[in-house]
């Protein structure tokens, strides 16, 4: 078996399920397990559980494949250090796990290399390699869920910046007026198009009094302005809801410009969008963004680019560590 | 003496200028030609007089350095095509430079290897060879002036595209409900922050009748409401004029954003800012950035990046020949 097509471990540490699997080159899941962040009882019971699960996961499946396992890639929540294998502080699992070695013991219990890269990145090469973004060499993943995070390929290349902390496409700056981001910014993209956004919209409306249906709504759903989710107000939309309407075209239409912004200035040939908010919404969520970019983007890029759903569900972090353990270190080239 | 080190011919045709030079490796301009660029009379003579400066330009220098020159570097507005060595459709030249090939002629007219590129990537180039930019690895060249544009450098490499025309910072959306940009969008970087939108905010606030102090020294400029440029506002401001500030600071806050936005999605070592505008408010124009920078981009890039003003003055385009002509055949990598 060829070395760089046999298969691999795979982790994708979420702040609320962590799932291992061995992945065979071509991207199908040989064994896949998974359970419940153990994230209250802190790093040293996630890094347990995820080695437990891992060792699952290889123990699952025949010899031949076992002894072939490459090293296992792990997707875990940013900010990260890859090249340090280590978390730096990531919001979505809380403050224990600031500075935290995630490769290092991971490594060190199944004796074999490990990669860790942020989960979009991780997405972004998954789409790449299997899914939406086949054959591109410039692409941009972009996911719309809680919140809002992506990934840039240029040139052929992942771009990681210095630190390989680039592609945090949500903190784009959409409305310099705009609401308050989760981050300390204003009007990023993130604090408009989020899932966490949009339910904040629907309690601001709400709690102004001036949103009668989501009100109504909300009492039904348990009561008090924050009972809305990014869900219940997309479905108030669809139930004819003009205050829900107005905030779900406002997520649309922040997320349109930032598309504007990345095509004029990253050419990409395609934006691969996933994530739950854009998969539920599916056409509805992507149309604003197409049409926008068909509008006012420049000619050359604005003809090419696709602007599509991404093609993998949420394996996609597990997908994702075939081609990750096939990146070159990231060291910064000379010209 | 090194092929790689021996002096180069560049172009720089502006809209205004065309400037020719031959420039040693090491950036100094051993000869130096410049002439109004005769756009009325088309691209043959624009052609034609570029030829003819970049002629003078290799005569007046040494025979020894003559006869080293490794090839010409064509700086000039964009888009253009690398590849192809042609403009596309500049808008700051007119409707007849669509697709004109630049790089043919001059190369049959010299005998020698030409490569074209934006105006703003070369001037990147040169920042990085010669300037503030220099032992950088990932940076953004930013130019504020009449428009706004710049360039993109990251893991050691300008980042282009997969037909060069990536980088156009001008394009950003910072306002999605924003005032009206050139490229037809809406809210760009361009629309707020540029020459022409501050002279066009300045003329939209004197025919709304709110700005007398604006509107006096219009008057004194020859009357009507647009008689004053960007650099009158900018009077107005430092007079003491509060409808020039308000204008001028929303240029600078806009300016800020993009700012912020760049340094979240490409967290690059440095932010290189040019261009007449940039120039002449100097810190006035960096230091808001630089605040709303430190108060939201996330922590590793934001106490990383420098914001500084290009150390290379009006010649950028002329120097930036040298490592233009060493740049590697831009061809899509295999991962």
């Known amino acids: 078996m060829d070395e760089r097509s046999g298969?691999?471990?795979?982790?994708?540490?979420?702040?609320?399920?962590?799932?291992?699997?061995?992945?065979?080159?071509?991207?199908?899941?040989l064994?896949?397990?998974?359970?419940a962040t153990p994230r209250e009882l802190g790093p040293a019971a996630v890094v347990d559980a995820a080695v437990g699960l891992l060792e699952s996961a290889r123990d699952a499946v025949a010899a031949r494949d076992r002894r072939a396992i490459r090293g296992v890639g792990i997707a875990a929540p940013g900010p990260l250090d890859p090249a340090a294998g280590r978390l730096i502080e990531p919001p979505n699992l809380g403050p224990a796990f600031r500075d935290v070695d995630l490769a290092g013991p991971v490594g060190t219990a199944l004796g074999l290399p490990v990669r860790l890269e942020r989960d979009t990145h991780v997405a972004a090469l998954a789409e790449w390699e299997f899914g939406a973004a086949r054959g591109c060499t410039d692409f941009v993943y972009m996911t719309v869920s809680t919140g809002v995070g992506g990934g840039i390929v240029s040139g052929g290349r992942l771009l990681g910046g210095p630190d390989g902390l680039a592609g945090e496409l949500g903190h784009l700056v959409?409305?310099?007026?705009?609401?308050?981001?989760?981050?300390?910014?204003?009007?990023h993209l993130e604090a408009i198009s989020s899932g966490v956004a949009i339910a904040r919209a629907a309690a601001e409306a709400m709690a102004a009094g001036g949103a009668p249906g989501l009100g109504a709504r909300a009492t039904r759903a348990g009561g008090g302005t924050a009972a809305l989710t990014a869900r219940d107000v997309a479905e108030a939309e669809e139930?004819?809801?003009?205050?829900?309407?107005?905030?779900?075209?406002?997520?649309?239409?922040?997320?349109?410009?930032?598309?504007?912004?990345?095509?004029?200035?990253?050419?990409?040939?395609a934006i691969v969008v996933g994530g739950g908010i854009a998969r539920n919404q599916g056409d509805r969520w992507l149309d604003p963004a197409r049409r926008l970019v068909a509008q006012t983007a420049f000619r050359v890029p604005r003809e090419r680019v696709r602007i599509v759903a991404a093609a993998l569900g949420d394996d996609v972090g597990l997908a994702g560590a075939v081609p990750l353990l096939r990146l070159a270190t990231r060291t910064p080239e000379g010209r």
Chains 1, 2 share one sequence.
């Open 7 to 29: 298969p691999v471990l795979a982790l994708d540490l979420g702040a609320t399920r962590v799932r291992a699997a061995c992945v065979a080159g071509d991207g199908r899941l």
């Open 174 to 187: 959409v409305d310099l007026d705009g609401p308050p981001c989760g981050c300390g910014g204003r009007g």
């Open 31 to 35: 064994s896949r397990f998974e359970a």
């Open 239 to 269: 139930a004819g809801d003009v205050d829900a309407a107005r905030i779900m075209e406002r997520a649309r239409d922040a997320f349109a410009a930032a598309c504007v912004s990345l095509v004029d200035i990253l050419t990409p040939q």
